[in-house]
């Protein structure tokens, strides 16, 4: 079942931890950056680009964990998205499993 949001919603903070195709998790002591693409279904572009797609390694970092904020104004327009982490670490990026959820219009809407 995917994750469940309202439009125009920005205070959830998607939280992850990270972990292995075996299900350990992942050290992040040594990672430089992560971000989080958000993409509708369907679309060709992600929704946020720069300082927007910005996500935080959480401290302590041997716990795997990262948060990701939506920016101001979060996300406009009902329908499917999925999303992904790209974690930076000093031989590259690494991609991680896709992640969905959907928006969905307000009562007030």
């Keep these: 079942m995917p994750i469940k949001l309202f439009k125009g919603h920005v205070l959830p903070v998607f939280r992850f931890t ?5 299900g350990v998790i992942v050290n992040l002591t040594n990672a430089t950056a992560a971000k989080c ?3 509708k ?3 060709t572009s992600n929704e946020f680009t720069g300082a927007d797609e910005d996500a935080v390694i959480q401290s302590p970092e041997t ?3 990262i948060n ?3 920016p ?4 406009d327009e009902a329908g499917s998205y999925s999303g992904q982490l790209i974690i930076t670490f000093p031989g590259g990026g690494q991609p991680t499993e896709r992640f969905r959820f ?3 219009e307000g009562l007030g809407a």
């Design 18 to 22: 990270i972990k292995d195709e075996d």
């Design 37 to 39: 693409h958000i993409r």
């Design 41 to 43: 279904e369907d679309a």
């Design 63 to 65: 716990d795997g964990r």
């Design 68 to 70: 990701y904020t939506l």
């Design 72 to 75: 101001t104004g979060g996300i």
């Design 102 to 104: 959907q928006v969905e």
